[in-house]
């Protein structure tokens, strides 16, 4: 796996939801979310590397686009970025 992950499960409302700490270690990964189907995530930085663009996130897809149900697929990270993800879903 490209990235170190950590994972707390947890409801919303009709939801699970499931808050991930992410540190990556190379470019691009994907990270299985616990969920089967994943409705809606929000993103928050906690450390970007300078110069970096802000990673591209994918729902329910890879980090190449290609569908996966339940996975969250990150791509453009530098080693050392960390971010928080909160996914709800079903």
Known sequence: MAFT???????????????I??????????IQA?????VGFSVGYSSLSTG???PHVYANANSTGTASPGTIG?????????FFITVYGS
């Open 74 to 82: 990150i791509s453009g990270c530098t080693s050392g970025d960390v």
């Open 5 to 19: 992950v950590s994972r707390t499960k947890t409801v919303f409302g009709n939801y699970s939801t499931v808050i």
């Open 52 to 54: 970096t663009a802000i």
């Open 34 to 38: 616990g969920i089967s189907n994943v």
């Open 21 to 30: 700490q992410v540190t990556a270690d190379a470019a691009e990964g994907n």
